[in-house]
T-cell receptor, first 113, second 114 residues
Framework: KNQVEQSPQSLIILEGKNCTLQCNYTVSPFSNLRWYKQDTGRGPVSLTIMTFSENTKSNGRYTATLDADTKQSSLHITASQLSDSASYICVVSDAGGGNKLTFGTGTQLKVEL | DTEVTQTPKHLVMGMTNKKSLKCEQHMGHRAMYWYKQKAKKPPELMFVYSYEKLSINESVPSRFSPECPNSSLLNLHLHALQPEDSALYLC?????????????FGPGTRLTVL
């Protein structure tokens, strides 16, 4: 069964600090991995999407890495801001067609003053 | 226009009511999706439409009835719901064909069943 696990479940950091979120997956056959940001009560917004051959991808202060051999990904947030407070969801698409996504349970990030 | 819109934002209904959720996109996407999301849980896929035809139904109870009247619109008709159906209902759209196609999500409809 395809699974995506994320750690930590929740995280509190001070504004201006950096943090790294982790994602492990067992999805086969693998197509791509995405990181989404979801504010409470809102729909997820895509941050990055990476295929098998991509090791790293950046989007402003967000940098995602992918190790397809170990089936691990990370999302690094630099110089955090209060507006970064949200749930960050790792999502993996399998290559079986139909663009079906397996969602992780998310990391709830809170940035404080 | 890179936006998926959903109406209403909030909906409260009784167990005997009939209501509908609406989703619209004008990005030319030919795949549209309904997801259900409970608090602090990831979204769960309910239905997928591809070229206005239902392609995936994830064993959703018949009290949820999807409809895709044209390539821009997706509806979810609700009837005789249960309190446990209360959740955030998300609509998404994407291009058809490649697994790489990014899904764009709407803001969701917060449904409460009394």
């Amino acid at each position: 069964k395809n699974q995506v696990e994320q750690s930590p479940q929740s995280l509190i950091i001070l504004e201006g600090k950096n943090c790294t979120l982790q994602c492990n997956y067992t999805v086969s056959p693998f197509s791509n991995l995405r990181w989404y940001k979801q504010d409470t009560g809102r729909g997820p917004v895509s941050l990055t999407i990476m295929t098998f051959s991509e090791n790293t991808k950046s989007n402003g202060r967000y940098t995602a890495t992918l190790d397809a051999d170990t089936k691990q990904s990370s999302l690094h947030i630099t110089a955090s801001q209060l507006s970064d407070s949200a749930s960050y969801i790792c999502v993996v698409s399998d290559a079986g067609g139909g663009n079906k996504l397996t969602f992780g349970t998310g990391t709830q990030l809170k940035v404080e003053l | 226009d890179t936006e998926v819109t959903q109406t209403p934002k909030h909906l409260v209904m009784g167990m005997t009511n009939k209501k509908s959720l609406k989703c619209e996109q004008h990005m030319g996407h030919r795949a549209m999706y309904w997801y259900k999301q409970k608090a602090k849980k990831p979204p769960e896929l309910m239905f997928v439409y591809s070229y206005e035809k239902l392609s995936i139904n994830e064993s959703v109870p018949s009290r949820f009835s999807p409809e895709c009247p044209n390539s821009s619109l997706l509806n979810l008709h609700l009837h005789a719901l249960q309190p446990e159906d209360s959740a955030l209902y998300l609509c998404a759209s994407s291009q058809v064909g490649a697994d790489y196609n990014e899904q764009f999500f709407g803001p969701g409809t917060r449904l409460t069943v009394l």
